[in-house]
Every structure is written in C-alpha cells, then in structure tokens.
C-alpha cells in the first residue's frame, strides 16, 4: 500500500499493514496526520543571549552565555555565527565511539559560558557514567578543537557524570531507586569462579571511578564474607526506616547473608526467596553507578525472583571450558535471554597455566568460545588457573587490588571497560526505544538488540491492550470496545519498564504495559517522510 497525499494539503494519510506474525484479535485503523510546518531557526545575534535549551536521546543540553563584549574584540571568525555556536560547533567534532555521535548531540556538554571580552571559554562535559573509560580523553580533546578558535585565549574543562538513576519505570524499592545499572554475574553452575569474578570486577569498576556495591544472593553458601575483609562484619538495621546499612570494604558497599550473623542457612526455597527479597530491596544502597549481583548457581525460583524483582541491566557469563560446565551456562543464557535481559560478556575461568615455557590447557578448550557463538555474545574473556587468585579469594582481599598491575588485573580491567561501554549502549537503546513523535502523531519503535524501526498508531497501540481491564482473564472476551479509544488519543507519557517493554500513560489515567514483542505484532504505518524545513 502507499502513502496517500492530497497536492494542496497538508494532510497526510498514512494507511497501516499487517506483519506476518499471528495477530488474533487486533485492530486495524486509518488515521489522518497533520505535519507540522518548521521554520528555520539560528542563534539570536544581539549582544545579550538568553539561556538555550537543546534536547537530545541522552540528555538535556543547557548552554548558559554570558553578556557580549561592547567593542567586538574578540568577535567569532565565521561572519553570521555567534561564539557559542562556534565553539558547539567545534565541541562536535569529538565523536562517542560507544554511541556513534557527537558528544554535543549526546548531551555531555553543560554550563557553556563565553566571555567575549577576555576570550575565555568554561563549560563541563556530564559522562555517563563516572567510570568511562575515555573520559581522559574526552578532556583534552575538547580541550584541543576549542583552544584551535582563533579568539579563544583560555578553556576551562571540567567533568562530571550523570546522577545515579534506573532508567527503568514503575514502583521500584526505595533502595533501588538510585541504583544506575545492576549487573548480574551468573553461572548457573557451582565452582567455576563466579564469586571470584564478581568481586573482582566490582573492586575493578570501583577504581574506574565508578561508585559500586555488591550483593551476595547466595544464602545457601555465601561466599563474599570470605572474599573480602570489611571491619564491620554484621549487618546494621536502621530501627526508625527498618532498612539495612551495608559493610564496606575499600569503598565498596556489601551485603550477604553471611553478614547477616546466620552463617549459611538451612531453609526451603520460598523462605530463601524471602530472605533475598529483603536483602536486596530493604537495603540503603545510596547513590551507585553500578550494582553487581553474585547471583546463586541453578535456574530454579531464586534466580527468576531475582530477576524479576531486579531490573537488571545486563548479565556477565562465567563458565569453565569442559563441556559440562557449557550445558549449564547455556540454560543460564536462556533463561536470561526470555527475561529480555543482555548478556554483554563471557568470562571463562581456569583456561590454562604456563610452565617450562608452554601453555598448558588442562581442562580442554572451546567452552566459552562455543557460548560466544552459539549465543551471539560479543565478548570473551579467558582467566588462568593461578594460584595468587586463588589465594586473593581466601585472603579477604581481592586480587585487583593485591596486585593491581598483574595480569589478571589487565583482564579485569578489560572486562571492566566492556561492561561499562555495553551497559552505556542498553540505556541509550532502552530509553530511545519507543518514543512519541508530536509531529507525525505516531508511535516509533525500535526495539533493542534490532535495526528494525518502525510507526504504529497510538489509537491502535490502546487497542491492543491485553491486560485484565480490556480483556476479560477468564473467557477472553474483549472487554475494551473499538469505539471506546478516540482516533486521536495521544499517550501522555512512555517510560522504559526493564529491559522487554514500555509503560504508556494515557490521558484517561490507564497505564498501558506494552512489551516489545506485542509491539511487533501490531498493524505498522507503511510510510513516515521525513520534515524538511521550510
């Protein structure tokens, strides 16, 4: 079908398809669209310049300018362009290599402030995440394009990051509420060096700059009691709040069961699930970039508890390279996988030992590779069986910080980089996945982990709702009738809900769960054009 346009309106008639996909009780719609008309727009050119506000898939980009000089000194050297512009315009050379654009139109660049009089220039780059890996970088180059101006005299840089924050939506628990990203660490097997890599990534973040805390979920057998040697070794509980005060140890916060003054518990599954819940949620965790989840070997209820309580950001793989180990792993990375929850890496343990100037590979080789193919995860990580990781486990103190440059630190760093860089990527894609379009009145998908993108129409998406007010759970009945959803609905608001699906607030007050798999489904607009301004 094609895109209907009549020649001396503005109207346009987007007519909707039907994907392949088995669609039972969907509707189908036709929508008229008005576009908008755009007018060019610039820099105002007065001496005095208000406040500018640019938005971008990131962030908010506030640029703040100061009061023009009177004499035209230090004038911009492109006729027509204000100072501001000429120094975004140069900021915008320095390319995101995690996102793929420009650090301007990620929003990085805050508080720009151009003093014309004295040629100076002061603005702060706002990361991500206080442990980018290229943040360094990022300062001298910006440091470098402005100071090239041929009217600036003197940059001032300064870096931030972003406030911690979930960019995922609904009633989260008070301790996680400002917790960024929640990583867990998964085996779905015991004894391959879960804990290990665990702690040791987490003590590795935490000298990236990152602020982070551990949580210990296995209550059978914790093992980070152990690993690491805090000098409050007991749990506190906040009386007034009833919340739990983590440990630390070398800035890092920790809560086990193990510092619970239980020891390892003797209990059924529903209690343990409990006990976890609790842990997790009821804890003052604070303000952290990253949480990392030593999650319990096995698929059984604790981990889908865990999983479905948490809002976890992506999940790192540890397997062994016997081919026991990969049966486990791989029901591990299903389960993850139907949770829609990334699995960005594969660290596989006691791969080999050097001796008499060979490599030696005691347990086979192939395990982690064939996780990696298998399942399409991007990144593999080999660890060797040493006896200084070993004995770190048993120390109390992790090995990246007993031996900060050995060799397993260098992978651990490495590993460190990758989940910084994955986890930026899954909260750039998830927060830009399904946005509303003013302009077109359309709904536009691109659904994570895919380059397919597409328009639905809003009517259309409340129509399809599946939950228990518009369909009876019972019978089936379709309770939502067609003429009760206005053509022109528009959604108040879309908000990312975990890594599978969008909560949309209608103005009538419904809160519409939309997984992206439904979102597939549903009848698309054949064509959107593109605005061009007038």
Not at 104 to 120: H, R, W
Not at 223 to 244: F, G, H
Not at 296 to 306: E, R, Y
Not at 367 to 372: A, C, E, L, N
Request: charged fraction near 20%.
């Amino acid at each position: 079908m094609t895109l209907l346009q009549a020649p001396s309106s503005p109207t346009l008639t987007f007519h909707q398809y039907s994907t392949s996909q088995p669609k039972a009780g969907l509707y189908v719609a036709e929508k008229s669209f008005l576009q908008s008309t755009f007018s060019g727009s610039c820099f105002s050119s007065q001496r005095h310049v208000k406040a500018l506000n640019f938005s971008s898939s990131c962030s908010s980009l506030s640029l703040f300018t100061a009061k023009a000089s009177s004499n035209g000194a230090c004038a911009p050297s492109v006729p027509g362009q204000t100072a501001e512009s000429e120094v975004l315009k140069a900021l915008s050379q320095i390319i995101d290599p995690d996102f793929g654009t420009d650090i301007v139109s990620c929003g990085f660049v805050k508080d720009l402030l151009v003093d014309d009089n004295l040629g100076e220039v002061s603005f702060r780059l706002e990361l991500t995440t206080p442990a980018c890996p290229i943040k360094d970088m990022f300062e001298q180059r910006a440091n470098e394009v402005v100071a090239e101006l041929p009217w600036v005299k003197k940059v001032n840089v300064t870096m931030s990051a972003q406030p911690a924050k979930p960019i995922f939506a609904g009633q989260l628990p008070a301790g996680l509420q400002t917790i960024s990203n929640i990583i867990a660490v998964s085996s779905c097997k015991g004894g391959v060096g879960k804990s290990t890599v665990a702690v040791n990534l987490a003590y590795t973040l935490a000298d990236m700059g990152a602020r982070v805390g551990i949580f210990d979920a296995d209550v059978y057998g914790p093992s980070l009691p152990t690993m690491v040697s805090p000098e409050n070794r007991i749990l506190e509980m906040n009386a007034e709040k009833r919340t739990i005060i983590p440990t630390e140890y070398m800035g890092v916060k920790l809560v086990s069961f193990g510092f619970a003054g239980q020891g390892r518990a003797i209990m059924r599954g529903p209690m343990v699930s409990g006990v976890i819940n609790q842990l997790l949620t009821t804890t003052e965790w604070g303000e952290l970039d990253y949480l990392v989840i030593d999650m319990p070997p096995g698929t059984g209820d604790i981990q889908l508890t865990l999983c479905q309580v948490v809002p976890l950001t992506a999940a790192v793989i540890v397997t062994t390279p016997q081919k026991l180990a990969f049966i486990d792993v791989a029901k591990g990375v299903r389960m993850f996988s139907k949770l829609k929850v990334p699995c960005v890496a594969v660290v596989e343990n006691m791969c080999h030992f050097d001796a008499d100037g060979k490599r030696y590979y005691p347990f086979g080789r192939g395990s982690g590779s064939q996780v990696v193919q298998q399942f399409g995860i991007p990144h593999l990580f080999d660890l060797p069986i040493q006896p200084a990781l070993s004995a770190s486990g048993d120390s109390g103190m992790p090995e990246v910080v007993a031996d900060p440059q050995g060799e397993v630190s260098r992978t651990f760093q490495e590993l460190g980089v990758c989940v910084v860089q994955q986890c930026a990527k899954i909260r750039q894609q998830v927060s830009t996945a399904v946005s509303y379009d003013r302009s077109f009145k359309a709904i536009k998908v691109k659904v994570p982990d895919s380059d397919e993108e597409f328009y639905l129409h809003p009517a259309t998406v409340r129509r399809n709702d599946r939950s228990a007010q518009s369909v009876d759970e019972w019978t089936g009945e379709q309770k939502l009738q067609y003429s009760d959803i206005p053509d022109d609905i528009e959604p108040e608001e879309i908000r990312p809900l975990g890594n599978y699906a969008v909560e949309i607030t209608w103005p009538d007050g419904f809160n519409q769960i939309a997984p992206y798999d439904q979102l597939q489904m549903m009848e698309r607009l054949v064509e959107v054009p593109q605005l061009t301004p007038a």
